[in-house]
C-alpha cells in the first residue's frame, strides 16, 4: 500500500506582508461595485483592467477622480476594483460612490463632510422601471383603444 503523501500547507502571510485597505461597496441601477482603496501609489484596477482603459475618455476620467479633487487628495491612494451587473454608466456611478464611501471611511471627520456637501456619498435609488405582462414591450406603453 502506498503511504498517502500529506498535504503541504503553505504558511499563513504575516500581517505585515500583507496591504492594509479599506473597503467599500457603491450600487447604481443595477451595477455593483467593490472597492479596495489602498495607501500610497500604485495602479488603479477595474476588473483587472487599467482604468483609464476601462473607462476611457477625459470626461469619465473626471467622474471617477472627482473625490479625490474635492478631498484635494490626488495621487495618494490607488485601488482595486469589481464591478457586474448594468452598463458602463451605471459601474462608474457605482466606482464613483464607492470611491467616496471608501474615502469617508478611511478618515470620516476629513473627507465625510466635503463628500457629503458636494453630494457624492448620496445614493442614488433610480432603477429601470420593470416591463409588465401584456403592454406592447414597454413598462407604461398601452395598447392603443378604439375611438368609437
Known amino acids: ?11 499563513a502571510k504575516s500581517s505585515k506582508l500583507r496591504k492594509k485597505y479599506t473597503y467599500a461597496v457603491g450600487r447604481r441601477k443595477g451595477a455593483t461595485a467593490t472597492l479596495r482603496l489602498y495607501e500610497g501609489k500604485g495602479k488603479w ?11 476611457p475618455g477625459a470626461v469619465m476620467a473626471s467622474l471617477y477622480n472627482r473625490p479625490f479633487v474635492i478631498g484635494e487628495s490626488e495621487g495618494k491612494f490607488w485601488g482595486i476594483v469589481k464591478t457586474n451587473g448594468g452598463g458602463k454608466k451605471g459601474q462608474l456611478s457605482a466606482v464613483i460612490l464607492a470611491i467616496s464611501r471608501a474615502l469617508a471611511k478611511y478618515n470620516t471627520p476629513v473627507y465625510r463632510p466635503l463628500l457629503k456637501k458636494a453630494g457624492l456619498l448620496t445614493v442614488d435609488s433610480r432603477v429601470r422601471e420593470r416591463r409588465k405582462v401584456g403592454q406592447m414591450g414597454k413598462a407604461r406603453k398601452k395598447k392603443q383603444s378604439p375611438k368609437r
Do not use: D, G, R, T
Request: proline residues 9%.
Open 45 to 55: 484596477l477595474v476588473n483587472e483592467h487599467p482604468i483609464e482603459e476601462y473607462f
Open 1 to 11: 500500500m502506498k503511504k498517502k503523501e500529506e498535504s503541504v500547507n503553505k504558511p
